[in-house]
């Protein structure tokens, strides 16, 4: 008998406190390492029913992820989960994909997102677990305590209307930089940490091409997140590669930021809205599970695309980055005034300069590996993955290949020594070519 069926028989049927699982036999994998996202993947029905005791909502987060547990303990802290589910509105070619491009281009630390599509036995079972627990709860509240229940309450509607999940691990040693500046050395530390600030350089780079804008574009303190060397994790990346088709045919038009004076879409202003000129990006279109569950009335937010013209001016990128931060600060310190609590300190002009020296370059260097990746043997690679993800895990409206190409073309344009304007005309052109079936 394995560890997970004895654990199972003892408990019996009824569980003290906050131990939750379906009545069940099977017995399932279990050890006392964390458990590889690609073997949860695996998992049918039953064994996620048997193995899974205790599950947690993050905190943070639009609309967050579940720290999850195999093994009975009393207090469950979220470090020692054994893997992470996270809800998607669309595919998870897009985590996936994203995870791959920001290992090969700025050497994160992948969460090794693994797919699992929300109408298979094991997508429901997920849905299902969390929602028993919630009904329990509801039908015994002190016995069946359990310290997130509102938050469970909240993410409950959020799993049953994702559009697939990815399984993935529990980032260790990691730190984000919303809680990294809030110790009065924290921002201090940040500003001299030199593999920091060039890898915060490089991921600007690659989180362009990926049309990833709440992370750094839109800086999403929460959604930064590094070990104490330095290194990066590719936590919350997706892909915001809007196809140009999905957005013509949004009957919401909630992703039409912007058109012509008649109201029209045109590719010239899909060009834009890549490029974000005018300091104004495009936003993913909703997908057709998000679709579904505005229609119910719940919230969703459809997360911005990154604006690439900054790629143009490399060495003003620093300001940018730096002056949202100082803006972070700011209104944290303000926060810190009212409690009496000491304020975090200007770091010295030197520990700013030193930073932005280090950024920079990373930021030269991200735009050196971008362009290496995108062309040659390495762009095939690149194609080969997109579509085999694709393949694998289905379409998704924010994973257009079109997109990624026209922001390839853009990144090389950067890299030449064209303008904005230039650039603006060959993805016109490009796309005009492309979408000539659509009258424009
Ligand atoms: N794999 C992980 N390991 C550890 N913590 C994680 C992991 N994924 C998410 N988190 C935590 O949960 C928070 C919310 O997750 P995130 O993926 O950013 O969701 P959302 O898309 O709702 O912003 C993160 O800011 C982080 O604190
Ligand atoms: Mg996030």
Not at 80 to 87: E, G, M, N, R, T
Not at 281 to 301: D, E, I, S
Not at 405 to 422: F, P, Y
């Amino acid at each position: 008998m394995s560890d997970s069926a004895r654990r199972t028989r003892s408990d019996g049927g009824r569980h003290g406190g906050a131990t939750y699982r379906w009545p069940q036999s099977f017995s399932g994998v279990q050890t006392d390492m964390p458990i590889d996202p690609k073997v949860v993947a695996k998992w049918n029905a039953a064994q996620w029913q048997a193995n899974v005791k205790y599950a947690r909502p993050s905190g943070g987060g639009a609309v967050g992820v579940l720290f999850c547990f195999t093994r009975t303990s009393t207090s469950y802290p979220i470090n020692q989960a054994d893997f992470v589910i996270k809800p998607l509105p669309g595919s998870a070619a897009s985590t996936q994909f994203a995870e791959h491009t920001l290992s090969k281009l700025v050497g994160a630390t992948s969460m090794q997102s693994e797919g699992i599509a929300r109408a298979s036995p094991l997508g429901n079972a997920i849905v299902m677990w969390v929602e028993h627990v919630v009904d329990l709860h509801d039908l015994d509240p002190i016995d069946n305590a359990h310290p997130d229940i509102d938050r469970l309450r909240q993410f409950a509607p959020q799993l049953r209307g994702a559009g697939s999940f990815v399984v993935q691990r529990v980032a260790q040693g990691m730190q984000e930089l919303d809680a990294a500046y809030k110790t009065v050395d924290g921002l201090d530390r940040i500003l001299t940490n030199e593999k920091l600030m060039r890898s915060l350089g490089a991921l600007f780079v690659a989180d362009a091409l990926l049309g990833n804008g709440d992370r750094l574009d839109q800086l999403n303190a929460g959604n930064n997140a590094f070990d104490s060397e330095g290194k990066l994790f590719s936590l919350d990346s997706g892909t915001v590669l809007t196809s140009f088709d999905k957005v013509l045919k949004d009957s919401t038009k909630q992703s039409w930021t912007r058109t012509d004076n008649t109201g029209a879409l045109t590719s010239w202003h899909w060009a834009a809205d890549i490029l974000g000129k005018d300091n104004q990006g495009g936003v993913a279109v909703l997908t057709p599970a998000q679709r579904q569950l505005k229609q119910g009335g719940h919230a969703v937010a459809t997360p911005p695309s990154a604006r690439m013209t900054l790629l143009f001016t490399p060495n003003r990128i620093w300001d940018y980055f730096w002056s949202d931060l100082r803006n972070k600060v700011h209104f944290y310190n303000q926060e810190r005034a009212r409690n009496n609590q000491p304020l975090i300190p200007r770091p010295s002009n030197l520990a700013i300069s030193n930073a932005k020296t280090w950024f920079t370059k990373g930021v030269h260097a991200g735009l050196a590996k971008a362009d290496s990746m995108l062309g040659g043997v390495a762009w095939l690679q690149t194609k080969y993955k997109f579509k085999e993800l694709r393949a694998k895990h289905g379409g998704d409206p924010n994973y257009s290949w079109t997109n990624l190409k026209i922001r390839r073309l853009i990144v090389r344009a950067a890299k030449e020594g064209k303008s904005v304007e230039q650039a603006h005309q060959l993805v016109t052109d490009y796309v005009q070519r492309k979408f000539n079936d659509f009258s424009l």
